[in-house]
């Protein structure tokens, strides 16, 4: 808490005062350096008052656009907002299509508990799940942010005509998936198994799935002008971190499986 300026102008009388009398009680030789002291003080205390004041001062803040190289700053109205550079096309595409992405991944773990008994994958899944529905409201904060909407408007998903997506994984409506995500039919197969079936489908599926979210932040980072956004650049990297690790634990659990 910064006190104010009457408390400090307060202590500041109750030293001059014991100054004042440990000045009387001194010879006269050392009156000279002991009142220089005080001054000093009153002058320090005088300045902290200022300062104090001025920091206190609930006038509207001043906002200061810095200039070019060699131009002066410029002093905008306080009621000046920050506004988000426009975003690449190709970036509120790649959110778009992620978030329906981690979509199904999320479906995918919400089987687990009622589909097997496995403490290894549970905890797998758990973990996957966590991080997965953290990152579709970080994506949803990111589009509505710029004005995005949540889902593409266009019929077809972001990420259909990308380099390297398999066209022939097609869902019952003939609608491409994008990269890595279970058909239907896979889908449809995960919900009827059970036990170490069930297990082996997971695994199986979630490496399928996550090797696609690593080809869709590749194509991200592919595309001229995309990426560039500071967030969406660490999250991607981040992402594409994650997922690497959880294919190399999930191949771990089927290998020691088989």
């Keep these: ?3 104010s300026s009457l408390f400090l102008w307060r202590q500041a009388s109750i030293q001059s005062q014991q100054n004042f009398r440990l000045l009387q009680a001194l010879p006269s030789t050392g009156r000279g350096l002991v009142a220089a002291g005080v001054w000093l ?3 320090t205390i005088f300045l902290c008052c200022s300062a104090i004041a001025q920091q206190t001062d609930t006038s509207k803040p001043v906002v200061v656009q810095p200039g070019a190289p060699g131009a002066p700053s410029k002093t905008l109205p306080s009621s000046t907002k920050g506004v988000l550079p426009p975003a690449s096309p190709a970036d ?3 959110m778009q299509g992620m978030i329906v992405h981690h979509a199904q991944a999320v479906e995918m773990t919400a089987m687990i508990a009622s589909h097997t008994d496995n403490k290894d994958l549970r905890s797998l899944g758990a973990r996957i799940s966590s991080s997965q529905s953290s990152e579709i409201n970080f994506m949803k904060r990111w589009l509505a942010a710029r004005g995005q909407p949540i889902s593409s408007p266009s ?5 259909m005509d990308v380099p390297g997506m398999d066209m022939s994984n097609m869902s019952h409506d003939a609608t491409p998936l994008m990269p890595g995500m279970l058909t239907p039919a896979q889908m449809d197969a995960l919900r009827k198994a059970k036990g170490r079936e069930f297990d082996h489908l997971f695994l199986v599926g979630m490496i399928q799935h996550h090797g696609g979210a690593l080809t869709m932040v590749k194509n991200l980072f592919n595309t001229a002008g995309a990426g560039q ?3 969406i650049f660490d999250f991607a990297t981040d992402a594409d971190n994650t997922q690497r690790a959880e ?3 999930m191949q ?4 020691k499986k088989e």
């Design 1 to 3: 808490m910064v006190p």
């Design 41 to 43: 003080g009153l002058f």
């Design 92 to 94: 509120v595409a790649f």
């Design 155 to 159: 019929s077809s998903m972001p990420g």
């Design 229 to 231: 956004d500071a967030e």
């Design 247 to 249: 294919i190399r634990i």
């Design 252 to 255: 771990g659990m089927l290998d």
